[in-house]
């Protein structure tokens, strides 16, 4: 089975727009940590915001912003004010502990464009 | 520098050569990673080093790879005998950390990658 899965292969939205990116996620351990990268046509994977499976609290940074629902295991990035240099691949990415130096397993991606 | 560096940023190599990546991982960072990323997928994991200790190479898909961190910081992938399926995005990334501690500063920071084309 799939550890995280991302349905949705692409999405469009117009620039200024609010958009949202599905993730859910497969793990039985009680520790983890859900990480989303942009992928740009560049080939760099960054950083956009991560959240802990303690978390009390939804992840913000600027205009992203982590839907995280552990219940639903599902853990949706929301992107604000969507902005043409938004177009890119995101991907969904998971992190369980017990591993110690365990590594991130990622979805398939979603390829974001966003048009004027 | 500031970031994950890589090189080459492109290879071109002829089925059957041998190539090598090179990665510059952020200065510090005890934990490093290589992933492989065919087209239009998502990154997969090659192999896991801690310091000069490479802990797990459990993601290595045949014993053309191969891979090695001396020094503790520089790595290289090394893939022998090329064949046109290891055509992939090899992505170097590291984290300061060594423990999955789930806080946003172990995060893990990614290189711009190495593009192999195997013709």
């Known amino acids: 089975a799939q550890k995280i899965t991302q349905t949705q292969p692409g999405m469009f939205v117009q620039e200024k727009e609010a958009v949202t990116l599905d993730c859910t996620y497969d793990t039985s351990d009680p520790s983890y940590g859900l990480f989303w990268y942009k992928q740009p046509s560049s080939g760099e994977m960054i950083f956009l915001i991560y959240q802990g499976s303690y978390d009390q609290q939804n992840a913000t940074e600027g205009r992203y912003s982590l839907n995280f629902q552990k219940a639903r295991k599902s853990a949706n990035l929301v992107i604000s004010a969507s902005q043409l240099g938004d177009s890119a691949m995101y991907f969904c990415?998971?992190?369980?502990?017990?591993?110690?130096?365990?590594?991130?397993?990622f979805g398939k991606g979603t390829m974001l464009l966003v048009s004027p | 520098g500031a970031g994950v560096s890589q090189s080459p940023r492109y290879k071109v190599a002829k089925r059957g050569q041998d190539v090598a990546l090179r990665c510059d991982p952020i200065?510090?960072?005890?934990?490093l990673f290589w992933y492989q990323q065919a087209l239009g997928q998502g990154p997969e994991f090659l192999t896991y080093?801690?310091?000069?200790?490479?802990?797990?190479k459990s993601g290595l898909p045949s014993d053309r790879f191969f891979a090695e961190r001396p020094e503790g910081s520089v790595s290289t992938l090394k893939i022998q005998r090329t064949q046109q399926e290891d055509s992939a995005v090899y992505l170097c990334?590291?984290?300061?950390?060594?423990?999955?501690?789930?806080?946003?500063?172990?995060?893990?920071?990614f290189g711009e990658g190495s593009w192999l084309t195997v013709v």
């Open positions: 990415a998971m992190r369980e502990v017990p591993s110690g130096y365990s590594t991130l397993t």
């Open positions: 990334a590291s984290s300061l950390a060594v423990s999955a501690g789930l806080r946003s500063g172990n995060t893990i920071y």
């Open positions: 200065s510090g960072h005890v934990s």
């Open positions: 080093f801690q310091n000069e200790a490479q802990l797990d």
